[in-house]
């Protein structure tokens, strides 16, 4: 380091078993008589050396924060005695806050059994939570009820968007129980999983259940810090009107009469829709004149201590406009300078600063994806209590989070090599969770493809088994490197492919039926990707699969054109396309000879929207 002699070098020792002891005692009174059984916990488990090497390290954070769990459980406790339902609850505490982490292997369990015996629980209850822990949910106007707790929803006027199928799998409402509790106790969260596991769909769901509003953000590594928290950008008078007109919005709903006002306001509109931003900028500064007047004379009424105020002002709402006439200013600026050509360059707060101030959720995908100073901005706003300061932007307050204002992050395990792992000291201050995949019970698969296709299925009972099976044998084909795509490569198939696919089947059942519209979305998402030979195995288990009692002449059968649906199409082989409103354009260089790879690239696009993937001479663009 540069100038280390200038330095004075101070080591920090780690506290001690009695200094954790104490912290712990003292941050939560109810909890002396416990202290020592919960750091015997955390001691026995410290020391462990079992957990895989993806998986992180436990430090006092984590212990502090079943601590903090715990003393939430034990608040009304009268005397030194836990009751036995409070005790299980803290031990299914303590198995989110040490062993959620770890991916499911022998390590998982040693740690959960480890914590079982000391907190003293006879095994059989240990193993009756390793093997069928299936926490209940229930909805209810205002609140949700999941597992051992109770998650008040925020008053919202917006119905639920939730339009996406979810099933409530044992995996999503053991998830949704770790979410929930988490994100109680305002602890930033980190979802760790493979591709597809639904970690992104359950951080959406709890949020739609809750009524927050949740910001995705796909961070990568061309994500700067100023996507984030904002920065100086070029915006044009239009811009800037925009955003002086949502202020100003807000801002006179809160002072003024909506209603006695209403021709002033639909003048304010008038202009603004027909971007005469001078009469725009005129009329809203004859709004800021009248609120100026209005509280003049309502610090006089005070003065004079008399007359009742028909309407309470907030206090900040004076400093509200002060400011909008600040922004008031520039845009004014802007349209003398440029006279709405130029561009002047005005703060834009980023996503996370706009969540943090709303009170939204916010998910960061891919956050191992980051460069460096992203995840140092990220690191200093989830410390404890943390706020912002945006120098940059002339602040010298920091921004407070909104109470609602709730971070999660999301990322693919660092197993393989090459692939970015958080920096320790990020990833230790998150709660962590592995997700696994929600295949892996079959009554939890059957659960989801019935939340698909269960309305097509009645009848065909059958069908939703069939679909089961032939989707794992696919899966495990691929995992066990029977099968390869184009390129050689493992293919990677999870419940994304299969709710693709099953999606897909929701929308042609009616005009394929539901046994050839099944067939049809298999091969469209499980073959098409694939190297010829491990093609022609696919499709074959898919027809075994779908078909699995029909005899030799279901090849033939299937190559037979559906009924033409209505509209204006055009029939590709034995699909039938949806026509645009372009008139077609011949193009005689571009030949497609019958039963060629051409032909056959052709009927895989005609079946579905997807993504064209091939090397580059294969003329993925030429024809459409
Ligand atoms: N409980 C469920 N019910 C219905 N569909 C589900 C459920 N869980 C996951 N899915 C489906 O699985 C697919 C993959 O989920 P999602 O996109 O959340 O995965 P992810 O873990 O975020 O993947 P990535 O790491 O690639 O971002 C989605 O299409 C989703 O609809
Ligand atoms: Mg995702």
């Known amino acids: 380091m540069l100038g280390v002699q200038r330095w004075s070098r101070v080591t920090i020792i780690p506290p001690t078993d009695a200094d954790l002891l104490a912290i712990v005692s003292q941050s939560h009174p109810c909890l002396a008589f416990i202290a020592p059984t919960l750091l015997k916990v955390y001691i026995a488990l410290r020391g462990s050396p079992t957990s895989p090497k993806s998986t992180r390290p436990l430090s006092p954070r984590d212990l502090l924060k079943w601590a903090n769990r715990t003393a939430f459980h034990c608040s009304s406790l009268t005397n030194h005695t836990i009751a036995r339902e409070t005790w299980e609850d803290v031990f299914l505490e303590a198995i989110d806050c040490f062993a959620a982490m770890i991916p499911p292997s022998p390590a998982r369990t040693m740690t959960i059994e480890r914590i079982g015996s000391e907190m003293g629980f006879p095994p059989e209850r240990v193993k009756l939570y390793i093997d069928s822990h299936a926490p209940t949910l229930k909805d209810t106007t205002h609140a949700i009820n999941v597992g051992r707790v109770l998650v008040p929803k925020a008053p919202s006027t917006t119905p639920r968007r939730t339009t996406r199928p979810f099933a409530y799998t ?48 796909n961070v990568s590594q061309q994500t700067e810090s100023s996507d984030l928290l904002g920065g100086f950008k070029p915006v044009d008078v239009r811009t800037l009107a925009v955003q002086v007109k949502q202020v100003f919005d807000g801002l006179f709903e809160r002072t003024f009469s909506v209603k006695r006002n209403e021709a002033f306001l639909s003048r304010v509109s008038e202009v603004y829709d027909s971007q005469d931003w001078s009469a725009f900028g005129k009329l809203l500064k004859a709004a800021v004149a009248q609120a100026e007047a209005r509280f003049v004379a309502l610090s006089e009424e005070e003065e004079e201590g008399g007359a009742r105020k028909k309407r309470r002002m907030d206090s900040n709402l004076k400093g509200e406009w002060g400011k909008f006439t600040d ?31 709303r009170g939204d959720w916010l998910l960061l995908d891919e956050i191992n994806l ?24 002339g602040d010298i307050e920091p921004i407070k989070p909104h109470p609602n204002f709730r971070i999660f992050a999301a990322m693919n395990p660092a197993t393989d090599v090459g692939k970015r792992d958080l920096p320790p000291a990020l990833r230790g201050q998150f709660t962590e969770l592995f997700v696994g995949s929600p295949d ?12 698909y296709i269960g309305h097509l299925i009645v009848g065909d009972e059958r069908a939703a088994s069939d679909v089961a099976h032939s989707y794992l044998k696919i899966k495990r084909a691929a995992e066990g490197h029977e099968i390869v795509d184009g390129v050689g490569e493992k293919p990677h198939f999870s419940v994304r492919t299969l709710s693709r696919t099953l999606s897909y089947v929701a929308d042609t059942a009616g005009m394929y ?17 694939l190297e010829k030979s491990s093609r022609e195995k696919v499709v074959q288990d898919i027809i075994e699969g779908i078909y699995p009692s029909a005899n030799r002449n279901v090849r033939s059968a299937l190559r037979s054109l559906p009924k033409r649906p209505a509209g204006n199409v055009v029939q590709l082989g034995h699909y039938w396309i949806e ?46």
Do not use: W
Request: charged share 20%; net charge neutral; glycine share 8%.
């Open 440 to 451: 892996e019970s079959l009554a939890d698969l059957l659960l989801i493809i019935k939340q």
């Open 513 to 529: 039926g539901l046994r050839r519209a099944l067939y049809e979305g298999f091969c469209m998402s499980f073959s098409t990707m």
């Open 370 to 393: 980051a460069a460096s100073d992203t995840l140092e901005s990220i690191a200093s706003l989830i410390r404890e209590g943390g706020s912002i300061t945006l120098p940059e932007k």
């Open 579 to 624: 026509c645009g409103e372009e008139t077609p354009q011949e193009n005689p260089q571009y030949i497609v000879k019958a039963h060629t790879s051409v032909e056959q690239n052709l009927h895989n696009l005609a079946s579905i929207p997807n993504l064209a993937s091939g090397s580059n001479v294969f003329g993925k663009n030429l024809h459409g």
């Open 170 to 217: 044992t995996h999503a409402k053991k998830l949704l129980e770790q979410l929930a509790v988490a994100q109680l106790h305002r602890e930033p969260l980190l979802l760790v999983g493979e591709t597809g596991t639904g970690k992104t769909t359950i951080v959406q769901h709890l949020a739609d259940l809750l009524h927050h509003r949740l910001v995705v953000v």
């Open 327 to 357: 922004s008031l200013k520039m845009l004014e600026m802007q349209q003398a300078h440029g006279k709405g050509k130029a561009q002047a360059f005005s703060f834009v707060e980023g996503s996370l600063v706009k969540a943090f101030r």
